[in-house]
């Protein structure tokens, strides 16, 4: 059982930056695949990014643009989500996850453990 606890987040002006955290514990870190998802208000759950094991294979949803950055440290048992230029349309609760078994990893019924959620609000 993996336990997966957030930090992070909040309220930040369009196009300023914010990055969140995500501590793993419980577990083998190194096991899992690391996600980021999001889900705005009245909308489905909406993948980001994930990362391997070892950070060597990296994938971002494309209408991201570049904007966001994942990585983690093993060392840590910690995956971060780095969200510059940020935009009104970004608001959203931010979710990490940990998969233990997957094909491409972007779809939220391929991840076992989720973090409790952080709310980040973008403002105009």
């Known amino acids: 059982q993996v336990h997966l606890v957030q930090s992070g987040g909040g309220l930040v002006q369009a196009g300023g930056s914010l990055r969140l955290s995500c501590a793993a514990s419980?577990?083998?870190?190194?096991?899992?695949?690391m996600g980021w998802f999001r889900q705005a208000p009245g909308k489905g759950r909406e993948f980001l990014a994930n990362?391997?094991?070892?950070?060597?294979?990296?994938y971002y949803a494309e209408f991201l643009q570049g904007r966001f950055t994942i990585s983690r440290d093993n060392a840590k048992n910690s995956v971060y989500l780095q969200m510059n230029s940020l935009k009104p349309e970004d608001t959203a609760v931010y979710y990490c996850?940990?998969?233990?078994?997957?094909?491409?990893?972007?779809?939220?019924?391929?991840?076992?453990?989720w973090g409790q959620g952080t709310q980040v609000t973008v403002s105009s």
């Open positions: 996850a940990a998969a233990a078994w997957g094909t491409y990893y972007r779809t939220r019924q391929e991840y076992d453990y």
């Open positions: 419980g577990g083998t870190f190194t096991s899992y695949v």
């Open positions: 990362i391997s094991w070892n950070g060597g294979s990296i």
